[in-house]
């Protein structure tokens, strides 16, 4: 796709969190101080909440590979609606316990077996819970319980819970859970970035992807990414690799406030207007279908192919210079040249129009399945993130 056509070594846009690709805006670098000063008292839950799309797992993810493994044993879990003793053993299951067929009070002693183990070897043990706003007021309590697990005056567990807005609304407002409450050492909220954080966010990202500086971003690019994303990581991500995808469709070196207008208004489903030199489209539409992966549907291959082969007939078409003259028996007497020429200009008139609109409805087209072929790859790329997830999990 686009990272071909612009020599990236890989998709810095790409929706699945990668710890390759954190970007520490100033909000990231907040919630990483409140997490390193948990880590530092080793006791109590940190709460770290944010709207969709603001970073939370990527920044899990870039924490997971920052920690000292053979002093910390940390684990993380994505849930989804549990209750109590589904919270219990999802959390044994997390650190590699094996409790299949025991009821809760087993599972509860074999989790605090395994966690006197660890301290002994010197680790202590982090349970990193995402997505917490799935969790029921049960689940929230089985966790708080779990903290309780002492050795000494040493706590065992330490509990990080990352999760949208409503989580945080649920913890300050919910009477069930005052004891979690006085538990909690540090709270952040992640803010969307500012304006002036976009142009590096984009640059840093592209550059871990092996950018060299092609293509390059106009100003107004950057501003207007930031208007159509109110700087959330994960819609400039979104709209990022359909701009991407735009440029290398059009063979552009340069990319402006133009053209991510014209495709935010594409994903959107609204009209928009956007010209860009038609040279080579047949080529690159068909060095897309040649690199694109076996598990793409036949039919989308299929579609792209025809389109291919349709655009590269129109660059390859001669130019009309010339009417093509028929003789025809003059009908009367009084048929003159210039009535020839005015019926010839008629002619090349109408094949000019139907070329025109035949390259406007292949382009179209051509839009549509790209669009088509980028949704099915990051849903493709979600879904085996989340299966890899629940595996680990």
């Known amino acids: 796709m686009y990272d071909q056509f612009y020599g990236l070594n890989g998709r810095p846009f790409q929706l699945t969190p990668d710890p390759q690709y954190y970007f520490e805006s100033g909000t990231h670098r907040k919630a990483l101080s409140y997490l390193g000063y948990g880590l530092a008292q080793g006791e109590g839950f940190i709460v770290i909440t944010g709207d969709v799309g603001a970073g939370k797992s990527t920044l899990v993810s870039h924490l997971m590979q920052s920690i000292d493994k053979s002093r910390l044993t940390a684990t993380n879990i994505v ?8 919270m219990v053993q999802m959390a044994a299951e997390s650190f590699g316990i094996h409790t299949s067929g025991q009821d809760k009070a087993a599972t509860l002693k074999a989790i605090e077996n395994y966690l006197h183990a660890e301290a002994r070897a010197g680790r ?30 040493q706590a065992l567990l330490q509990i990080f819970l990352l999760g949208q807005p409503e989580f945080r609304d649920l913890v300050q407002s919910s ?11 540090a709270t952040h909220h992640l803010q969307p970035m500012d304006a002036g954080e976009v142009e590096p966010y984009i640059i840093h990202r592209l550059s871990r992807a092996g950018w060299t500086g092609n293509p390059q971003l106009t100003p107004d690019a950057y501003a207007e990414l930031y208007a159509q994303t109110e700087g959330v990581p994960r819609k400039l991500n979104t ?37 860009a ?60 040249a210039s009535s020839r020429d005015k019926h010839a200009v008629d002619t090349n008139a109408a094949r000019l129009t139907a070329l025109e609109s035949h390259v406007a409805d292949q382009d179209a087209a051509l839009r549509r399945v790209l669009g088509m072929m980028i949704d099915w790859m990051d849903k493709e790329s979600s879904a085996a993130h989340m299966n890899s997830s629940s595996r680990a999990a």
């Open 175 to 185: 009477q069930d859970l005052e004891q979690l409450r006085q538990r909690i050492i």
């Open 239 to 275: 709209l990022m690799s359909r701009v991407l995808l735009m440029g290398a469709v059009e063979q552009l070196s340069v990319i402006d406030g133009d053209l991510v207008s014209a495709v935010f208004a594409d994903m959107a489903g609204q009209p928009f207007e956007y010209e």
């Open 277 to 336: 030199p038609m040279s080579a489209r047949g080529e690159v539409a068909l060095s897309l279908v040649e690199e694109t992966p076996d598990e793409v549907p036949v039919a989308e291959i299929q579609m792209a192919t025809e389109m291919a082969t349709a655009l590269e007939a129109i660059n390859t078409a001669p130019t009309i210079s010339a009417p093509d003259i028929h003789f025809v028996a003059p009908q009367t007497a009084t048929q003159s």
């Open 79 to 86: 849930t989804s609606q549990l209750d109590g003793n589904d």
């Open 124 to 153: 202590r043990c982090l349970l990193i819970v995402d997505e917490a706003q799935n969790l029921s007021v049960g689940a929230i309590e089985e966790l708080r319980m779990l903290s309780n697990f002492q050795l000494g005056s």
